[in-house]
């Protein structure tokens, strides 16, 4: 069975930085696609950033472009959010989730309803 366990998030000012961790427990096909969304209180759910396993290729949303980046560390299973320059409008609870390489970066930067495994969440909050 495919699981996502994610750690990091907390509390940090604005400006500052925050590092994300997910552990996909296999890569396969079907979790060749990993991507970071969020949601907000009030606000739907929209990816951030994803990465495409076999060649490294990452996606954006404008709003995070120039301030996070998404890695994949193979040795380790994992896939690193680094957040820098945190603003308020940041604050949410953020999921890591798994999908095949049929996913487009589009639907990768939505609302993850084509993504078929996700990780529990992890609040990051920026406030001063």
């Known amino acids: 069975q495919v699981q996502l366990v994610e750690s990091g998030g907390g509390s940090v000012q604005p400006g500052g930085s925050l590092k994300l961790s997910c552990r996909v427990s296999?890569?396969?096909?079907?979790?060749?696609?990993v991507a970071w969304l969020r949601q907000a209180p009030g606000k739907e759910r929209e990816g951030v950033a994803v990465?495409?396993?076999?060649?490294?290729?990452?996606y954006y949303r404008d709003s995070v472009k120039g301030r996070f980046t998404i890695s994949q560390d193979k040795a380790k299973n994992t896939v690193e959010l680094q957040m820098n320059n945190l603003k308020a409008e940041d604050t949410a609870i953020y999921y890591c989730?798994?999908?095949?390489?049929?996913?487009?970066?589009?639907?990768?930067?939505?609302?993850?309803?084509?993504?078929?495994?996700w990780g529990q969440g992890t609040q990051v909050t920026v406030s001063a």
């Open positions: 296999e890569f396969t096909y079907y979790t060749s696609v």
């Open positions: 989730a798994a999908g095949g390489l049929g996913i487009t970066p589009v639907q990768a930067l939505s609302a993850g309803q084509d993504f078929q495994y």
């Open positions: 990465i495409y396993t076999p060649d490294s290729r990452t």
